[in-house]
């Protein structure tokens, strides 16, 4: 199920990740893992989540390998070191949608995203070049934790891209 696209501005969030090059097939198998590992390196350095996990899609290659990262939004810029990685998602407009439901089947909802950016006459935050597509942000928070919530049916999943201003 999908909820109604909006879109609108988004102020700088900051945040610490994994960043990781993965085929598309294998984003199930090896991005995951790298939340716990975040979560763990937050609470040795005694920093907070300001916000739920996500996997933040930076890049495509015409192989389907994709740039990805794994992590927590923070309530201030931080410092990364050799594992985890300091980044923001920067001040600009957006669009989302929530995606409810198992997540083998969240490509639909990136799609009906892409869809309705382009049916507004928006346009995404993206340049295409060589076999390779670079995002301003394609991000996926997970509003629901598939750990507490057992039923796939009632994970919700905030889809978000990155809009040209």
Request: aromatic fraction near 10%; proline fraction near 6%; include cysteine.
């Amino acid at each position: 199920m999908l909820s109604e696209p909006i879109s609108g501005h988004r102020n700088e969030r900051h945040y610490v990740a994994i960043a990781k090059t993965v085929h598309m097939h294998d984003i199930p198998d090896t991005l995951p893992p790298l939340i716990p590992v975040v979560k763990q390196w937050m609470q040795e350095r005694g920093i907070e989540a300001a916000g739920p996990d996500f996997f933040l899609y930076k890049s495509m290659n015409d192989r389907g390998e994709l740039d990805c990262e794994a992590g927590f939004s923070v309530g201030q810029a931080v410092g990364g070191d050799d594992l985890v990685i300091a980044g923001s998602f920067p001040a600009g407009n957006y669009a989302s949608l929530v995606y409810t439901g198992d997540f083998k089947d969240m490509m639909q909802a990136h799609v009906a995203l892409e869809n309705w950016i382009k049916s507004e006459g928006l346009t995404e935050k993206k340049v295409e070049a060589d076999g390779r597509t670079d995002w301003g942000g394609r991000t996926e928070f997970y509003l629901v934790d598939p750990d507490f919530e057992p039923n796939p049916d009632k994970w919700q999943t905030e889809i978000v891209f990155q809009l040209e201003d």
